[in-house]
């Protein structure tokens, strides 16, 4: 017969400070309870764990959005800022716009050519393309036609620029100019009432 080590009849369990059952049991129930709480301690532990993450995954997803939502914030201001200077009458055309620009300024008897390029439609809305040339201008004059251009509310944007000097004046240039009209295009209802 084989003997088991028995822990409660260990010297340390025998000698005259732990003598009777009562307090073998108290021991066994500290023990009990030790092990319970180390047992909660590490459950609570992982769930904080846990949720410490949830919270921090949370905290991106809300950071992702608000930066989203600035930036589409941003777009839709500039989407607002280029709606304001489309044509919303839709009437007239590039040459008109051009000439309205122009006139406005005195230039027009410098304008030399304009050469009409493409005509497309997009988004519920029409842009025609045209190159224009100006003979003899100042840089002031230059200024004055590209702010009238870029801040008007013609429908013009500028898509590209060539400047020379003026080969009698150097003080005097000659600039082509690569312009979009962008309109809205007229409304067939009142396209077939105007027409009868």
Do not use: C, W
């Not at 009849?9 to 021991?27: A, C, D, E, T």
């Not at 949720?51 to 959005?65: C, F, G, I, M």
């Not at 200077?85 to 304008?111: D, F, H």
């Amino acid at each position: 017969m084989t003997m088991a080590y028995n822990p409660f009849k260990s010297p340390i369990f025998r000698s005259n400070y732990l003598k009777g059952k009562h307090v073998r049991g108290k021991m066994a129930i500290m023990s009990v309870a030790v092990f319970l709480m180390a047992t909660l301690l590490i459950i609570s532990l992982n769930v904080l764990r846990y949720r410490t993450s949830a919270l921090k995954r949370v905290e991106d997803s809300v950071s992702q959005y608000n930066s989203l939502l600035s930036e589409y914030q941003q777009v839709k201001d500039e989407q607002g800022s280029l709606r304001r200077r489309i044509n919303l009458q839709g009437t007239g055309g590039v040459l008109q716009a051009i000439g309205e620009v122009m006139s406005s300024l005195g230039l027009k008897e410098r304008r030399s050519t304009i050469a009409l390029e493409a005509q497309r439609s997009f988004m519920e809305l029409k842009e025609e393309n045209a190159e224009f040339k100006i003979n003899g201008i100042s840089l002031n004059e230059l200024v004055n036609i590209l702010y009238k251009m870029e801040h008007g509310t013609t429908g013009l944007f500028i898509r590209r620029l060539n400047m020379k000097k003026a080969f009698a004046d150097p003080t005097r240039f000659d600039v082509t100019v690569d312009v979009s009209y962008v309109s809205e295009p007229p409304d067939p209802a009142t396209v077939r009432s105007g027409a009868k």
